[in-house]
């Protein structure tokens, strides 16, 4: 399994990835640049959290490998590794709902509450990257 050794990196199809699962103790990187925006994340054995300009973006307990994220007005996308089975929490349209896939198989239309939470579990493990795909119905 791999891990984001700097915490946050752009990959060279313009997406971000981030998070490193494997370390014992809380880490931090602030003020990470990309495409306009300012990113800003935590990670460690025991959660993952990304924020875009101040504002939640993921988070994941206990924590996980995040590659590949790509997010646009109707949908979010990435790959996610760690240990064991992860809740997941990404932030999208407040009341609106969004069908989940998880590599590539639906897991029905969910809801986000008022603050545009959308949470859900993700199967990991010993298992490669899960595909994760959450489209705007």
């Not at 946050?8 to 199809?13: A, F, H, L, S, Y």
């Not at 009341?95 to 986000?112: L, Q, R």
Request: proline letters at 1%; hydrophobic letters at 35%.
């Amino acid at each position: 399994m791999a891990v984001v050794k700097e915490l946050i990196r752009t990959e060279e199809n313009g997406t971000i990835s981030f998070g490193d699962y494997e370390l014992d103790q809380k880490s931090k990187l602030s003020d990470y640049q990309h495409q306009g925006d300012m990113y800003k994340v935590k990670t460690f054995k025991e959660i993952t959290k990304l924020e875009r300009n101040g504002m939640f973006v993921y988070e994941s307990v206990p924590g996980t490998s995040v590659f590949h994220l790509a997010q646009d007005g109707s949908s979010i996308s990435f790959e996610v590794e760690g240990p064991e089975d992860a809740q997941i929490t990404v932030e999208l349209e407040s009341d609106t709902e969004y069908e989940v896939f998880i590599n590539g198989s639906s897991t029905g239309a969910m809801k986000t509450n008022l603050g545009g939470k959308l949470s859900f579990s993700a199967e990991l493990g010993s298992a490669a990257k899960v595909e994760v795909k959450i489209v705007k119905c």
